[in-house]
């Protein structure tokens, strides 16, 4: 053979050899030291990947619960038995006896109860729609209906009823509060699981402001705190809106009882002895209701039409 052949040979594999070496040596001196402990939390997470955390998704929480910067127990779609494997990889303790939240929808103002200022035909968002002169609902407090929150649940346990209002499916929501963040009004609040009764209300207005636009509004009367019906205390007015401080107390059906606006919505069953209640006002976003097609375009039919028209 050739010896230049054959020396060329030589110098290349010598170089292959130098550069391999090289690398070897690269690879090991400027590595990035991986936790082992990332990998172990990503494999309990859920990975629903819903970002409810704070984080893009399950690796980056993983990543940052092991770094430290959020608590073992911040992942709400896992609830307490995630919190309590993550709490055993890292070797720490937490407090697992939290109890699950839901979601609850704290409006009763549909189309048939509370007024519109204007016929809104623009983007359909609630965010959006609130831009424009406040919201066409009359009461500025209101659901506004147009499904961000709905839109927003990375588990479909909403749906837009008939009545055009959010209805929380309770078997598939996991708490994870989404959609508290989206809804511009904070309409959607997050209850714990054996909390029953809830104020389906957040306007701060009373009496005739209220009536004027809403059928079904709390008009701050105060019959729900009197101590005379609700002895235990278990309900005091803030402002013009009562709160429940305490939801663990026997008396609270006789406030969801007395409410002249049926403003309080009893979650599932309904106490013994209540069942045959007549309540002062039907509220239909109490029955949730047929579920109602969201708009897959984010302009409206009405939008659209309205710019053929003009046009033309």
């Known amino acids: 053979m050739d010896p230049t052949i054959i020396s060329s040979i030589v110098a290349v594999g010598g170089l292959g050899v130098m550069f391999g070496a090289g690398l070897a040596l690269a690879s090991k001196k400027f590595a990035v030291e991986v936790d082992p402990r990332i990998e172990k939390v990503a494999e309990v997470l859920p990975n629903a990947n819903c970002g409810a955390c704070g984080y893009p998704g399950c690796a980056a929480f ?12 911040g992942c709400t779609v896992g609830g307490a038995s995630v919190a309590a494997e993550i709490a055993k990889i890292l070797g720490v303790e937490i407090d697992v006896t939290a109890e699950k939240k839901v979601a609850v929808v704290q409006c009763q103002g549909g189309e048939a109860e509370a007024k519109e200022k204007f ?3 623009g983007i359909e968002d609630c965010a959006a729609a609130e831009l424009v002169d406040g919201g066409h609902k009359a009461c500025s407090y209101g659901c506004l209906g147009l499904g961000t929150c709905v839109r927003a649940c990375p588990f479909d346990a909403m749906y837009m009823n008939d009545n055009g209002l959010p209805v929380v499916i309770e078997e598939k929501c996991t708490g994870c509060g989404i959609c508290v963040q989206v809804c511009p009004r904070g309409i959607m609040a997050l209850i714990p699981v054996s909390q029953k009764m809830y104020l389906a209300c957040v306007s701060k207005d009373k009496g005739k402001a209220v009536r004027d636009v809403c059928t079904v509004g709390c008009v701050a009367c105060g019959v729900c705190a009197n101590p005379k019906f609700v002895p235990s205390g278990g309900i005091v007015m803030e402002g013009n809106l009562p709160k429940i401080v305490n939801y663990r107390v026997d008396d609270l059906p006789i406030a969801w009882k007395r409410c002249p606006t049926s403003s309080f919505v009893w979650r599932g069953k309904v106490p013994e002895g209540y069942e045959d209640v007549d309540r002062p006002v039907k509220a239909n976003a109490v029955v949730p209701g047929e579920a109602k097609a969201l708009p897959q375009q984010h302009v409206s039919e009405e939008v659209e039409k309205a710019n053929v028209g003009t046009q033309s």
């Open 62 to 73: 993983a990543e940052a619960v092991v770094a430290g910067k959020v608590a073992a127990d």
């Open 119 to 121: 016929v809104y035909r």
